[in-house]
Structure formats: C-alpha cells, structure tokens
C-alpha cells in the first residue's frame, strides 16, 4: 500500500533546527507491530500514526511511537501531527481549533495568528523528589550545583520528567550527566528523564533554557526540543507561584537544543488557568510511504 506521509520539523521556523518527527497519514489497516516496525526504521525520536477518532468530539486520533515502545502522549508529536494534517487539508469541527484523540485522552489544539499551533498542557501531579533520591541527583549532575532555593520536582503531565533548576545559563550548557546515576535515579523515581533548566539572561532570545536527557539502551540521549517537559515546566512554575515575575504570569519563551546545535523555540501562554505549549512547524519532506500489508510478520 501506498501512503501518505511527512517528516516535519517541530518547534522551529528554520530546517534543521528543530525536532523530527515522521508522520504517517493514513495508519488504516497497520498493526502494532507494523507500527512499531515503520517507527524502528524511521529511527527518531517519535514517528506518529493518524487514525480515524473512536471519539465522536475529536477530529483525529493519533498513536504516537518511540523506536521502541507506544507513548500516551508527546508534545512535539502532538504539534507536528497538527501541522501534518492541517496542511493536507484536514477539516476541523471548529475553526482554528483541533481535538486529537490519543491515548492520554483528548488534546485541545489551537492555531495561531501567526502560524504557530499550540496544545493545552494536560493537568499534571507535582511531587518534590524525596530526599533519599538527593544524592544519586547530585551524582547524576556530575559537580553541576542545583538551585539551593527550589526543590528538584517530578512532574507528570502526560509523560513523567523529572525537573531541575541550576542557577545559570552556563551551568545549564556546561552540564555532562553521569550516565550510570541518571539511570539510577530514573528508575528509582519513575520518571522518562532529567529536564534542566535555567533562567535565560538575553530576554530578546528567550526567558529559560532548556536541556532534556534520557537513558536508551545504557546511554545518554539529550532530546533536540521536548513538548511535554516544557509542559511540566510550565505547570511547575504555576504551583511555585512563578518566582520569576509578572511576565512569567502570563507566559513565557524557552529555548531548547542549544548544546545539540538547533535552536527549539517553545512559546508558554497561561490561559483560564492552563499554559498552552506552543511552536511553529516546517515541512522537510512530504511523499508517500510504501507498506505491504497484510502480513503475518512484522514489516522487515
């Protein structure tokens, strides 16, 4: 079979700046282990699949797949699938808003003025990291001092992150985690990853940076430009009274993928008491994917 499909660059105007992402248009008939496959070969960081909705609210559904497992939910997946869609011509029940079904529930997804898409965070648990977990963090940071003001949080807003700030830019681009207690300490918190931020100083550029490690198969993964621990931030900030003044209040920018050599902008407006994460998108390659279905096997 034939199929429709785009790899898109999330989180930027510029190519190459962003976050990949591969979407297949038209997921009809592809089982989980075609899915998973197709999302093997296209080794990103999330290849997603559009569905017809079993939801009669929502315009689409959407899976969303690592190389190596399903996701409930992700924040660049959710934004570039938009931008897929709508640029293919999707017709939405209300104009300038989308609802995607995935399998954290349903997302509102709204279109901007000037181009940018954004999702309303989901609501998020907010827990401080228990103190036994303290110092298997300070290993992890590797000498990387930590905000001695502000308590190192897990935060699950959709997908687990575990959020922490350092003091200073520099701190935030100069950090290299130890890989053997960042593991450590995801496993033993439950958390997908580290996410490090720190207040920007150049507020033409942005107002954090942001850096998001994982662990994958034993080593240390930074992910370019990542939804949904800029969601946890922005929820974060929210019940922390937004220590960084009266802007903060009403939104924020960040910038992720500094040390990666991309430059991920991320826009945060608060909005009847929920941020929306939003970014712009751009279209590198729009074609067609060839399957062959249907099949006992996983795709080769």
Known sequence: MIRRF???????????????L?????ADG??????????????????????????????????????????????????????????????????????QECAAGLIQIETRS??????????????????????????????TYRCAGTSPTRVQAGIPWLLVRVPTLEACLALEPDVAALNELLHACNATGLAIYAPQPDALIAEYELRTFLVEHGSLVEDPVTGSANACLARLLQTQDFPDGS??????????????????????????????????????????LTTSLPTDEPLA
């Open 6 to 20: 785009k790899q898109v660059d999330v989180f930027t105007q510029a190519p190459f700046k962003g976050n990949p």
């Open 22 to 26: 591969a979407v297949v248009l038209e």
């Open 30 to 99: 592809l089982s989980d282990a075609d899915m998973q496959a197709i999302a093997r070969w296209t080794n990103l960081s999330e290849t997603t699949f559009v569905l017809p909705p079993t939801s009669i609210e929502a315009d689409y559904r959407v899976r969303i797949f690592t190389p190596d497992t399903e996701l409930p939910f992700a924040g660049h997946p959710t934004l570039g699938t938009a931008h897929a869609l709508l640029e293919s011509g999707l017709e939405t029940r209300e104009p300038g808003q989308l609802l």
């Open 114 to 143: 000037d181009g940018a898409l954004a999702f309303r965070a989901p609501a998020a648990d907010v827990l401080p990291l228990e103190d036994r977990h303290l110092p298997t963090l300070d290993r992890a940071l590797a000498g």
């Open 247 to 288: 802007q903060t209040r009403d939104g924020y920018r960040a910038r992720q993928g500094t040390r990666l050599h991309r430059d991920g902008r991320v826009s945060v407006i608060y909005r009847s008491g929920d941020p929306w994460i939003g970014g712009h998108s751009v279209t590198l390659v729009d074609g067609t």
